[in-house]
């Protein structure tokens, strides 16, 4: 007997969103989700043509968030889990309207848009005791998944340093526009940072995740280049971790032709790992003394990252494929299931909206080093 799917909502994400299309393509694929709901877009309008284009019945169409969160907890067939991928700073309401209700939650990342929003949120949801998923995609690339075994095995040994960087030009076209207008350039969407938030949380992220480190302390220096410079387009960070292992991020969103430019190295006594998103499906480990060496998807990997090349996702499939794998995680943990790869979850969410706060401060003081938590 099939099992039923699990009735999603999405708030966010609208008719020409390419992060709402992918978490779609994510649910979907998960075979686990059915989009019943939503407030796709911020006018009414909008959100109407989005959710007639997603297949959601037009009385299950909202306005806003509050108005989806009130009406969904009152039907009986209302949403079980909802994606939240509104700008950063509307993150921690829309969560909380949710969690207050029993729902579980998939939220793009970062997880607000500053500390104490974040500090919220983990209250509210622990409270509610509903599952909590942060969309940190690149977790559930094939090869990415294969380099956390990799280091959990101790092939590494002792951790040393690690080399993060996420690198990209998608901010250059607004550079001296007086007109450009992008909800990511205004503190009051995006938060306390800019670029940092958007992809440098991915750049901190993948530090921790893969090595259980904990950050200790920061030195930041964060630029804001060109006339729209309210909020950071690029960065560079120092890192210390707990038991002595340092570390450097680099994330820029001004990178004249770096269209989607993140990688990680990882150095310890033993051994290195290197990986990047230019080329997904191959992670370089070299054994102290030895030839590099480098390591591909298997045949099951091959197969799903097959399903979207035949649909015609080309280079884009690793991606398609790691959205899948992240809802097939997040159905596991509603059903109350364990998974065998860590989601990022409500505790790595703190921890890098902790980073950011850190980040910021440490910048506005000098690139001074700041401690953590």
């Not at 969103?17 to 939503?38: P, Q, W």
């Amino acid at each position: 007997m099939p099992v039923q799917k699990i009735r999603l909502g999405m708030v966010g994400g609208g008719k020409g969103s390419m992060i709402g299309d992918i978490h779609r393509i994510g649910a979907t694929r998960s075979g686990s989700f059915e989009l019943v709901a939503g407030a796709l877009s911020s006018t009414k309008e909008r959100s109407d043509a989005s959710a007639a284009a997603a297949g959601i019945a037009p009385e299950r169409s909202y306005a806003s968030f509050d108005e989806m969160a009130a009406a969904e907890a009152a039907r009986p067939d209302g949403i079980e889990a909802v994606a939240i991928l509104t700008p950063n700073a509307l993150h921690a309401p829309a969560v909380e309207a949710f969690a207050r209700n029993g729902v579980h939650i998939i939220c793009e990342k970062p997880m607000t848009g500053d500390l104490a929003q974040a500090q919220s949120v983990a209250a509210t949801v622990t409270a509610a005791n509903v599952a909590f998923v942060l969309a940190h995609s690149y977790t559930a690339f094939a090869m990415v998944r294969r380099a956390r075994e990799i280091i959990a095995a101790g092939t590494l040994g002792d951790i040393r340093t690690i080399h993060s960087s996420y690198l990209q030009d998608g901010r250059v076209a607004y550079d001296n526009d007086p007109a450009a207008t992008n909800w990511h350039l205004d503190p009051a969407s995006s938060g306390i940072a800019g670029t940092l938030a958007d992809v440098g949380s991915h750049a901190f992220h993948i530090t921790t995740w893969l090595t259980g480190l904990t950050l200790e302390a920061v030195s930041a220096d964060l630029s804001a280049f060109g006339i729209h410079n309210k909020l950071d387009n690029d960065g560079n960070a120092l890192l210390r971790f707990k038991g002595g292992a340092k570390g450097n991020l680099s994330c820029s969103q001004m990178a004249i032709g770096k269209g989607n430019g993140f990688a990680f190295f990882i150095y310890g006594s033993k051994a290195s790992l290197g990986w990047s998103v230019e080329n997904p499906n191959q992670l370089h480990l070299t054994l102290a003394g030895k030839a590099s060496e480098t390591l591909t998807p298997d045949a099951a990997e091959l197969a799903e990252l097959a399903h979207f090349e035949a649909q015609g996702f080309g280079t884009f499939a690793p991606y398609a494929s790691a959205f899948a794998r992240l809802y097939t995680d997040a159905a596991s943990l509603i059903r109350g299931q364990s998974i065998t790869t860590p989601a990022p979850d409500l505790a790595q969410g703190l921890a890098v909206m902790q980073f950011i706060d850190a980040a910021v401060r440490s910048s506005a003081n000098g690139a001074s080093w700041v401690k953590v938590g």
